[in-house]
């Protein structure tokens, strides 16, 4: 079993060109040490996130190798104190460890291998994450809030930060919809596979006679662009709305007029912002997603694709889903791009995505 995660992690090693990664990381760091470094703080900062990402990578990958190193000494040492010669406990104790820390050699190799299939424009980038109630009434609202809290468990478990823009609240229960932003390295290179409309089968907590329902929600994702692009964006071309918050922020938020939605009249691409106290500042963050919508936009070659980012979705119903999530006659959650099926639904709703993401990114 040794010898096979050797060969893998060999593999792995010159996948990610490790020996590359150590040369760039000492450049950076010459760099990061010069006394005037921080002057230009966007370019400081860039260079910054660039370095902390390949050194981390560099640390998983080095602890990987540690991992496997100490597999084989337990192995060893079990062996010499015959172990499986001893009581039926010891056995089973050594057996537990043996098995944890080949575990835990899996998911470290998994995460890098998912990181070695990033090799598009915008996977390092963070990401604006979007998730819209569909077919389906009370039921897919809640199914909307249910998502919402997935990947917020998702990207806690990846140590991602994140923000809530916008969201408007169900009138009985869960979201009519909501938009957040995500950052963290390869936001956006982990979630694209998450683009598409998910479906929900389960007994209705809403329904009195406790009927199975099936409800739908429509997940979009876009990159954050933080380089300066240069889009020629003219005022005429503006529609700016302001309205009461419905979002978080306290009193002053939902009693003036502090959310904005800017409407890009050409395109019809629209971003709002909402979660601020200052007009201006909502403004702003509200600026810089449409700037990011537009660039993906103006990038995007296909019609099919320009109709999707301007918002024309495939409908939130039956026969458009990407992923099943069952929870009644029986369990399991299945994505139907790739086969890949679990059966622990709940696993899956606190934020254990990885393993469809590494799928779907194999294809």
Known sequence: MEDVWEKKIESLSKVL???????????????????????????????????????ETIEKFESLRKDLKELKELKKLAKEESAYAKASADKENWDKELIEKEKQIEKLYNQLEIQALFSSKYDKENTLLSI????????????????????????????WKTQIIEISAGQEAGI??????????LAYGHLKAEKGVHRLVRISPFDAEKMRH????????????????????????????????????????????SAVRITHIPTGIVAVCQNERSQA???ETAMKILKSKLQHFFETE?????????????????????????????????????GYTVEDVDEVLDGELDEFILEKLKK
């Open 214 to 257: 099936t409800s739908f929600a429509m997940v979009q994702v876009m990159p954050e662009i933080e380089e300066e692009v240069e889009l020629e964006i003219e005022e005429k071309d503006l529609r700016l709305d302001t309205f009461k918050s419905g979002g978080h922020g306290g009193q002053g938020v939902n009693t003036t007029d």
């Open 302 to 338: 296909k019609e099919e694709e320009q109709k999707e980012i301007r918002g024309e979705f495939t409908e939130a119903a039956w026969g458009n889903q990407i992923r099943s999530y069952v929870q009644h006659p029986y369990h399991h959650v299945k994505d139907h791009r790739t």
């Open 17 to 55: 060109n490790i020996s590359k990664l150590d040369k760039e990381i000492k450049k950076l760091e010459q760099k990061m040490a010069k006394p005037r470094f921080w002057d230009d703080q966007k370019k400081a900062a860039k260079i910054s996130k660039e370095a902390n990402f390949i050194k």
């Open 176 to 185: 009519k919809y909501v938009t957040m932003e995500i950052q963290g390295p």
């Open 281 to 283: 500042q909502n403004k």
């Open 132 to 159: 819209y109630a569909g077919a389906g009434g009370t039921d897919a609202q809640d199914w909307a809030e249910m998502l919402l809290r997935m990947y917020l468990r998702y990207a806690e478990k990846k140590g």
